[in-house]
Structures are given as C-alpha cells and as structure tokens.
C-alpha cells in the first residue's frame, strides 16, 4: 500500500535547522522506549536519509532510514505529531518513504517495532509489512520487539 500525500502537505529531506523539531518529536514519540530518544534519533537522523513532512511550511513529522548495501534498508524511525495523527498522515508519510527508497533502488525494507505499540504494528501490516521474529527485552531492555520486513515493487 502506498499511500499518496495529502494537498496541503508535502515531503522533503532534513535540513540541519530540522534538528529541533526532530528532537522535540522524538522526546513525545519514543520516550516510553528509549533511555534517550532526542538525541538518539537526532544521531540516526544525521547519519541516514531523513525526511520531513510539513504542511504549510510547518514540520509535523518525520522518518529516517538507513540504506544498506545489496537494495536492502531500514527504518529507523517514523514519527507525526501528535496534534496530527489519526489523519492517514503515517500512512502516507510511510507510503512516500516506500517510494523514494524505490526510486533509489532499494527492494527490501526492514524495522524494529515494540509489540506494545498497536498503533505502529497495524500501520506496517496495513502496508505490507511482515513479522518476522520477536526480540525479548529489546527496547530500554525491558520491551519486546518485532522484527518486520518488506519487498518493496517499484510502480
């Protein structure tokens, strides 16, 4: 599944002055399963290929993933606002995400979500996604994690 950007809303690469945001949205967002989400996912944000998703010039989410050799790569992160979700916007943003990473070759796309985070599992199945194992203590080494992948089809 993927799924188009709304009018109003649209897709471009991180810029340094994203930084904040992309802290700020990842303190609210993966608190509960890192000891230090901000500057965490700001280090995989700078690391990897980083997306932005605004609406009227106004950042309200983001995803990050980290291409690997061989077409492969990973999500590491994927963030809306919360003021924002529950509009499709994951969905979308995931979609456009899906697309780009076609576009530059990649054919498999993996990621880690906590098996507590109902939300984000049935975004990933709802696009294709599938369970591949299940890692124990993964995350603050206290929660369970899923391991999930993707054979992404070019259009």
């Given at each position: ?14 810029r ?95 990621l ?9 599992l ?34």
């Amino acid at each position: 599944m993927q799924s188009e950007l709304p009018d109003a809303s649209q897709l471009r690469a991180r810029r340094p002055a994203d930084d904040d945001f992309i802290v700020r949205l990842a303190l609210r967002a993966f608190a509960e399963y890192s000891l230090d989400p901000g500057r965490g996912t700001l280090r995989m944000a700078r690391a990897g290929t980083t997306w932005i998703l605004e609406r009227d010039l106004a950042p309200i989410g983001f995803a990050v993933a980290l291409v690997g050799p061989n077409g492969s790569a990973e999500l590491s992160a994927i963030a809306i606002d919360e003021s924002e979700r529950a509009r499709g916007l994951g969905s979308a943003l995931l979609g456009a995400v899906e697309r780009e990473l076609c576009r530059q070759g990649v054919r498999e796309l993996t990621l880690h979500t906590a098996v507590a985070n109902l939300s984000a599992l049935q975004l990933f199945h709802k696009h294709g996604f599938s369970s591949e194992r299940r890692l124990p203590r993964y995350y603050r080494g206290v929660f369970e994690a899923c391991a999930m992948r993707k054979r992404l089809t070019p259009a």
